[in-house]
């Protein structure tokens, strides 16, 4: 190779490796927001984590040793109509729409009193009152039972659960619950164990409150765990367990196995 050769093939090769590199799918943000197995959390009382704080009021959190072979899991527990989250603080999901997916198990419903409201999952943001309950559910003692629901409290809409008797509350058993809050019809979607729970659908003009739209926050929290707002409800005491918990802009799929 002739000197002037050489001398091209080296100015090449430096100005190779001062081009800007272009963009890649592979740098795009990441579709998941938030991501807690408890695994790596010591055993006891817990208050926050990554991403996570709490919130309670006659009720504690504690990280334990999985009852299910899964490592580690979170244990809320509640006396009366206390209440205990994990609280995702500095949610504010792109679009403000996002996914949930996560594994659960509530050792018993309530019983008494009649009506008796309990929520697992509520969703809020700044700018409104409004409160969007994903999952929730009632005792209905004219159907001799517990009923999943989706729900909304302190908006034009009001106070309403819409429970099914298609989504039966199973006490003292894991299932993986996902739920999809899209605010393009301001959209509510369950899943339980991967099935697809049409009936607990609710929407803009579909929900069970007033005749107003029913309309979402801009979402900038979360809070998973458990509520019961009746006094002196039966049992007196309440424990919830949860694990695999993801929240992300896609569908997740499945817990754990």
């Not at 081009?19 to 990441?30: F, G, I």
């Not at 006396?79 to 050792?107: T, Y």
């Not at 739209?213 to 801009?218: G, I």
């Amino acid at each position: 190779m002739t000197p002037l050769r050489k001398a091209a093939v080296a100015l090449v090769a430096t100005a190779a490796t001062l081009l800007p590199v272009s963009p890649t799918a592979s740098a795009s943000p990441s579709p998941v927001l938030a991501r807690e197995t408890f695994d790596r959390l010591p055993l006891g009382p817990v208050t926050e984590g990554r991403g996570w704080t709490t919130d309670t009021s006659d009720g504690s959190l504690t990280i334990a040793r999985s009852s299910s072979g899964h490592g580690r899991e979170l244990r809320i527990r509640t006396q009366g109509n206390g209440r205990a989250f994990l609280v995702f603080p500095d949610l504010k999901p792109p679009g403000n729409s996002f996914w949930a997916r996560l594994r659960l198990r509530v050792d018993a419903f309530p019983t008494a009193p009649d009506w008796a409201h309990w929520t697992l999952a509520e969703a809020s943001g700044s700018d409104s009152p409004t409160l969007v309950r994903p999952l929730g559910g009632q005792y209905a003692p004219t159907e001799s039972g517990n009923f999943y629901g989706v729900g909304s409290d302190l908006g034009p809409t009001g106070d309403w659960t819409s429970w099914k008797t298609s989504a039966p509350a199973r006490a003292d058993t894991w299932q993986c619950v996902e739920f999809h809050l899209d605010a393009t019809d301001n959209r509510v979607t369950v899943y339980f164990d991967g099935i697809p729970q049409p009936d607990l659908t609710v929407s803009t003009d579909r929900h069970g409150g007033t005749s107003d739209p029913f309309v979402f926050p801009s979402f900038d929290r979360l809070k998973l765990g458990w509520q019961l707002y009746q006094a002196d409800p039966s049992p007196s005491s309440y424990e919830v367990r949860m694990d695999d918990i993801a929240l992300s802009t896609r569908r997740v799929g499945g817990c754990k196995v």
